[in-house]
């Protein structure tokens, strides 16, 4: 299966908003609601920013923000802060059934 | 507060198999409602999804991977299991071990780097 397309970086300054996208097909980001975001800092674990497409587990800032449209979601995040700098991924349910994830974006944080 | 730790050897040889478990604590595996994924990341690279099972032996693999992996789960041990046959130096990777409702992975391991090397 292949990987969701996400660009390979984005930047923003601080207090500015940025948005990443994530691109699949109809049989994955366009089929389900079951887009996640993962948040990732060096040498760590992922962890869980967005799920089921704009819902944020406990303890996320709500800076954070999911939506979809069609075959592409996108994560937005405002007010951006200096921890924010670190590398996203994006994932989908798809028809196998099976998860695909998105090849990463690295935010740098001016 | 559940917890997941990756267990196994660091370094496997070329067309060996890579064996690796899965201790969960903290939650049961036999509660139901999450499957129990691994998860691999090359070095410097992205994520892998690899599969998961439910507790009741159900399982759902990679297609790209679908063929090498196999995913156990032992309830009485609270540990679910990898197997991936037929490995390559391209199988070197970050090994994680994860709690999921499908494509909601909730709950990482730590992470455990495996070599493929002779």
């Known amino acids: 299966q292949s990987a969701l397309t996400q660009p390979a970086s984005v930047s923003g300054s601080p207090g500015q908003s940025i948005t990443i996208s994530c691109t699949g097909t109809?049989?994955?980001?366009?089929?389900?609601?079951?887009v996640s975001w993962y948040q990732q800092h060096p040498g760590k674990a992922p962890k869980l920013m967005i799920y089921?497409?704009?819902n944020r587990p406990s303890g996320v800032p709500d800076r954070f923000s999911g939506s979809k449209s069609g075959n592409t979601a996108s994560l937005t995040i405002s007010g951006l802060q200096a921890e924010d700098e670190a590398d996203y991924y994006c994932?989908?349910?798809?028809?196998?059934?099976?998860?695909?994830f998105g090849g990463g974006t690295k935010l740098t944080v001016l | 507060q559940v917890q997941l730790q990756e267990s196994g050897p660091g370094l496997v040889k070329p067309s060996q198999t890579l064996s690796l478990t899965c201790t969960v604590s903290?939650?049961?595996?036999?509660?139901?409602?999450?499957?129990w994924s691994w998860i691999r990341q090359h070095p410097g690279k992205g994520l892998e999804w690899i599969g998961y099972i439910y507790y009741s032996g159900s399982t759902y693999y990679n297609p790209s991977l679908k063929s090498r992996v196999t995913i156990s789960v032992d309830t009485s041990k609270n540990q679910f299991s990898l197997k991936l046959s037929s490995v390559t130096a391209a199988d070197t990777a970050v090994y994680y071990c994860?709690?999921?409702?499908?494509?909601?992975?909730?709950?990482w391991g730590q992470g455990t780097l495996v070599t493929v090397s002779s």
């Open positions: 994860a709690r999921e409702r499908p494509a909601v992975v909730d709950y």
């Open positions: 109809s049989s994955d980001v366009g089929g389900y609601n079951y």
């Open positions: 089921e497409v704009s």
């Open positions: 994932s989908s349910y798809t028809s196998s059934p099976s998860v695909v």
């Open positions: 903290g939650g049961s595996i036999s509660s139901g409602g999450y499957y």
